[in-house]
C-alpha cells in the first residue's frame, strides 16, 4: 500500500462524508422548487444529522444486539465501499479493493442488516418493510450485477479501479452507443437503492409508501443519524458510479493538487447536474404500486441485457 | 524409530471408526451415556487423524495408495487417495468431527436407549462409508460402500419409525436412493463394456454415443442423490423426519460425495467431455438453484426450508462444474480451473455452513418441540450462543462478505463473468442468464434467511414452548462453535489461503483481498465507537418504542414468516400458481343458511403433481394389468414365468454371440 | 470524409433507439405516447437510411428517406392523432396472453433466437457485422410488431403493430436486400390505406375488435334482406 494509496483513501473518505448529506438536501430543494415550494436549506440535512448525533438512544424491549450493532455495521460497510469508487482521484490498479462483486455484496450484507433490525423490534412496520426491501432487492441486485457484466463485456475489467483508468486514458470510450441503455438502467437502479420516487417515498411515513423508512423507524438518535447517513453514503456512491462511467471527463490520475481541484470542481457540477436531474425525475412521476415495481426492475435487467447482446454480437 | 506413514495412520483411523462403531452394538442395551460418550470421543479421534491425512494430502499433492485384497480377494478393494479425494474426506472428516461432538448431548431427549446406541453405532458407519467411496479406486468398491452409505443413512432416517410421516419419508427415501443406484450400475456396465475394466482410471476412447449414454445415467445417478431438480423431492421430506445430527451429515456431505462423483467421472474417467453436457450441467444447476431457493422461501418447516437450501446450493454446485466443462472444451484451462475451484470450494463451504444451520436448528427445535417457525420467535434472548451460531451460518449461506459463502460464489461470478472470452455468442448469451439468476438466487437466499432469523430468533416469543427454551447444553454449542469460526476464517483469510494454495496446483486466483477491508472497517468501527464514547456518555434506555398506538405489544402483532415472504410469492407467481380454492356449504338446498365454510390457498407442487404421480400411476397401471392377468395366486405360474425369462435371455445370449 | 467507424458508431446508436422505441411500444399504455413512439422510430429509421446513403451513395436511399419522413412521420400519426380525437381514447391498458414486461422480456429473447437462426445463413452475404445485426433487429421488430397485435386489445393499438411490422420490413429491406423502390411505395400506400379503413372503420367506435362485429351486425340486416330476396 503506497502513501499516495493511503492518502486517496483518507480523501475519499473525507469527501464522500462531507459531500454526502449535501445531495440529500440539494434533490430536496430540486423538488420543492418544482413544487413550487422555497424548500429546505442546503444545510439542512446537515442540521439534522448534527441534531440527532445529540439525542439519547432508546431500544425497544423487545430487540436484540441485532438492533444495536446495525447502524454501525451500515456505515462501516458504506465507507468501505466508499473506498471502492475513486470520485476525483483514481489512484493505480489495485487489487484489494474496487472489485465490483464485491462493492454489491457490501451493499447487500447492510441490507441484510438493516432488514433484520427491521424484524428485530417485533413491530408490524418494521417487519413490513423488510419484507418488501428485501423483496424488491431481490430483483434489483441481478440488475445491478447484469450492468457490470455488462460493463466488464465492454471494458475487459470486473474493477472500477480498472474501469475508470481505461475510461481516464480513452475518454470517448464512454460515447459507445451501447452504453446508454446501460446508464438508463444504472439510473433505474440508482432510483430503486436510494428508496427514491416511484419505488419508494422517502418524504413520508404512510404505511402504503413506506419501505426503506419502516425499517429505521424503530432507530433513534445517533443510530438513527448513522442509518441516515449511511443512506446519504449509498446515494453518493451510485452517483459517482453512474457519472465516472459515463461522463468520464476530468478524473485525474495524476495525485497533484491543481489537478485534483480541476477535477473535484468538475465532479460537483456533474454531480449537481445529476441531483437536478433525479430531483425532476422524481417530481414528475407518481409513486407506482408495489407490485408494479418489479415490472420497471425487471425493465432495468432487459436493457442491460440489451447492451450485451449488442456487445456480444458487434465485437 | 518407526516410520510412520500415512496409510497406516489411515488404517488406523478406520480401525478407529469400526471399533467406535461397534463397541455400542457389543454394549447394546446399557443405560448409561458413557457407552455413547467413548463411542464418539473415539470417532472424533478417528475424525481428526482423517483431518491431518487429507489436509497432508491435499497440500502436498502426492497420491496415497492402499489396498484390502488380501482380506477381501477378488472384490476390488482398491483405493486410492489423490488430491481431489483428499479434499472431500477432509471435508467429510471437518464436519463429521463436529457433528460428532454435537452428538454428544443432542440425543438425551430420546428415552430410547437401545435405539440411541444402534444410531450411534450407524452415525459411524455412515461417516465410514462416506470416506471409503471417496477413496476407492474401483467401481466395485465404489458400489459396496455407496450402497452402505445409502443403507445406513436409510436407518439413519429412520430414527423415528413410530411416527408415519418418518416412515413414509424414509420409504421416498429408500426408494430413490435405490433408483439412483440403478442409475450408476447401468452406466459402470457401459464403461466397463467399453474399457473392459472397473477400475476407476481414464478410460481409453470410446464412440461419442456410448460415452454420452454413460453420461447421462451417471448424471441422473447422482443427480438423484445430489438432489438436482426434477429428481430433489427426496430432500425435503427426508430431512424433516431424520434427528438433525444426520440431516447435518446427508446435506452437507452426502449429496457431495454424489457431486464427488460427478467430478471424478467428468475429469478423470471420461476420454474427453462436450460441450453439450457442460450446457446442460449449467443450466440443471441453473434451474436448481433457482427453483430451490424459490421453494424454500414458502417453506415454514425450519428443516425443510434449509432442505431446499440444499438443493440451491448444490445447483450453485453444479454451475461451477458446468462452467469448468464448457471452459475446458473451449480450451480455457484457467477459467476452467478457476470454476472447479469455485464448485469444490463451495462444496466446503456448503458442508460448513449446511451442517452448521441445521445443528442449530436441530438445537432450537428441540428446545421448542416444533419445526414450524411461526411458533418461534425471541429466541435470540433465551439462546444467545445458538443464535450467534445460526446467524454467522445465515450470513454465509446468504453469500455475504466477508463469510466464506461469498467467496466460493465471487469466484464462479468471475468466471461467468469471463464469458466474454467464449467465441460462440450464444454459449455467452446463456453463461449471461445463468449469471442473472444466480444473482436472483442469491438476493432471493438472503431474504429467506433473514425470514427465518426474524421470525425464528427476534422480536417476542411466538409460543408458550419458545418462552420456555433454555440455551442448549454445551457440546450443541461447542460442535457448530467449530464450523462457525471456519466459516469465518475461510471468508476472511480466502484470499491468503488461495495464494498460499494456488502455487502449489499451479494457478493463482483472482480473489480480491477480504483482510484489508475487514481491517478498515474494524478501524473505522473503532473510530465511531471512541468518537461516541468521548462525546456522549449517555447510556441508551430501554424502553417501549412506537407500538402503532398501543401500549404494549405482544406476539400477535408481529410480521409473520407468511407475511414476509408473500411479496416475493407475489413477484414469483407465475411460479407458485397459487390456487384461492373458496367452498360454502349451506344448511339448505335452497343455498340461504350458511353452515361452513373453507378456503384454502394451495401453491401447485408441479414436480409432485406433473412428474412424481404420473409415473408412480403409471407404474401402478401397469403392475395392476399384469396382476389381473394372473387368474390364480398360486406360485405355479410365478416359477412358470421364471422358467421362460431365463431360457429367453440364454436364447437372447446365443443369438447375439 | 466521414470516418466509417464513425458511422458505424452512429448506425449502432440509431439501431439501440430503434430497439428502445420498439420496446416503448410495448410498454407504453398512453395512446398518444404510442403515437409518438412510433413517429420517433420512423424518423430513426430514416436517419439509418441516410447514414447508409452516406457510406453507399444509393439513391433509392434518399427516396426512401422521403418516403418514410413524410408517410410514417407526418402523415400516418397525424391521421392516427385525428382518430385518436375523434374516439377519445386515452389509454389502452388492456393485454392479453401476454404483459408487457414478459413481451419485453421475450422480444429480447426473439432478437438472440432470430440472432442464433439468420445469422450463419447470412455471413454467406458479404456485410459486415453491423449489417447483419441490423436486419436481425428488423425481423425482431416485425415480431415485436406481430406481439402487439395480438396482445393489445383496441384497434388503434393493433394498426400501430401493423405499422411497427411494417417498419420492421423496411429495417430488414435497407439493410440488407435492395427492395425495388416500386415496391416500397406501394407497400407505404398499402399500410395508408390501412390506415386510413381503420379511421373509417372506428367511427365513433371507442372499443376492442368485439365491438366491430356490433357494428357489422348493424349492416347485417341489408345483407339479409339480399338474402331473403334470392
Known sequence: ?315 | MINITLDMLFILATFLLLLAALYTLLFLTKKSKIVRGVSLSVALLANAILILISSSIVYSGTALEFNFNQIFPMMGMDFLIDRLAAFFILAVSIIAAAVTVYSFHYLDHYPQTRRKNIHIFLMNLFVLSMVYVVASRNMISFLIFWELMSVSSFFLVCFEFEKAETRKAGLFYFIMTQLSTVFLICAFVILYNETGSFELARASEMSSGLLSMAFISLFIGFGIKAGIIPFHKWLPYAHPAAPSNISALMSGLMIKVALYGLIRFLLYIFPATYLWWGILILIAGTVSAFLGVIYALKEHDLKRLLAYHSIENVGIILMGIGMCVIFTSYGLTALAMISLVAALFHTLNHGLFKSLLFLTAGSVISETRTRNIEEMGGLVKRMPKTAVLFFIGAVSISALPPFNGFVSEFLLFHSLFQSSLIPDPIVQLIMLVCLTVLALTSALAAACFVKAFGTVFLAAPRSEHAAQAKEASWSMVAGPSLLAALCIGLGVFSFQIFSWIGPRIGYSFPLPDMLPAVSVGAVLLLMIVIGFRLTDSRKPRVSETWGCGINSQNSKMEYTASGFSQPIINIFSFIYQPQKINKRYFMDIQETVFREGKVEIRMVRFFEDYVYLPIARTVQRISRWLYSQQNEVTLDPFIFYEFLAILGLILLVGVIV | MISDSLLEGALKALLVLIVISALLLLTRKNVLSLFRSYALQSLLLAFIAVVLYVQERKIELLFTVVLTVISKVILIPFFLGRVQQKISIKRDAEFRYIKPVAAVILSTAIIVIIYAVFAPLLRILPVTEIFILGSVIGISMTFMGLIVCYSRKRVITKVIGYLTMENGVVLFGIFLIELPFLIEMFVIMDILMVVMITAIMSFGMNASVEEFHVHLKSLRQWFKEEDASK
Open chain 1, 1 to 315: 500500500m503506497s502513501v499516495e494509496f493511503i492518502l486517496y483513501c483518507l480523501m475519499n473518505l473525507g469527501l464522500v462524508i462531507v459531500l454526502a448529506p449535501l445531495f440529500i438536501s440539494l434533490i430536496k430543494i430540486v423538488k420543492a422548487s418544482a413544487q413550487g415550494r422555497k424548500g429546505p436549506s442546503v444545510f439542512q440535512t446537515y442540521r439534522n444529522l448534527m441534531k440527532l448525533f445529540k439525542k439519547e438512544v432508546i431500544y425497544s424491549s423487545n430487540s436484540s444486539w441485532i438492533m444495536r450493532i446495525t447502524p454501525y455495521v451500515n456505515i462501516i460497510c458504506m465507507l468501505v465501499a466508499a473506498l471502492f469508487v475513486p470520485l476525483v482521484f483514481i489512484p493505480g490498479p489495485q487489487s484489494w479493493f474496487g472489485n465490483v462483486i464485491l462493492f454489491l455484496y457490501i451493499f447487500a450484507l447492510a441490507r441484510f442488516f438493516m432488514a433484520l433490525a427491521g424484524l428485530d423490534a417485533g413491530s408490524t412496520f418494521g417487519g413490513m418493510g423488510s419484507s418488501r426491501e428485501m423483496s424488491l432487492s431481490s430483483l434489483t441486485e441481478p440488475a445491478m450485477i447484469l450492468v457490470f457484466a455488462a460493463l466488464a463485456f465492454v471494458y475487459q475489467a470486473t474493477n472500477l479501479f480498472d474501469i475508470f483508468i481505461t475510461l481516464s486514458e480513452s475518454p470517448l470510450m464512454a460515447f459507445n452507443p451501447s452504453l446508454m441503455l446501460l446508464a438508463i438502467s444504472l439510473f433505474i437502479i440508482l432510483i430503486a437503492e436510494t428508496a427514491r420516487i416511484p419505488l419508494d417515498n422517502p418524504e413520508t411515513h404512510l404505511e402504503l409508501t413506506m419501505v426503506h423508512e419502516a425499517m429505521i423507524l424503530e432507530q433513534s438518535g445517533r443510530n438513527l443519524a448513522l442509518m441516515e447517513m449511511s443512506a446519504a453514503v449509498k446515494q453518493l456512491l451510485l452517483m459517482s458510479v453512474l457519472i465516472n462511467i459515463f461522463f468520464p471527463w476530468g478524473n485525474t490520475t495524476s495525485f497533484t493538487i491543481p489537478a485534483i481541484a480541476g477535477s473535484l470542481v468538475l465532479f460537483l457540477v456533474k454531480c449537481i447536474l445529476l441531483a437536478l436531474v433525479i430531483g425532476l425525475f422524481e417530481s414528475s412521476l407518481a409513486k407506482m404500486r408495489l407490485f408494479r415495481l418489479p415490472n420497471l426492475l425487471i425493465i432495468a435487467s432487459v436493457l442491460a441485457f440489451l447492451t450485451v447482446i449488442l456487445e456480444v454480437f458487434l465485437p
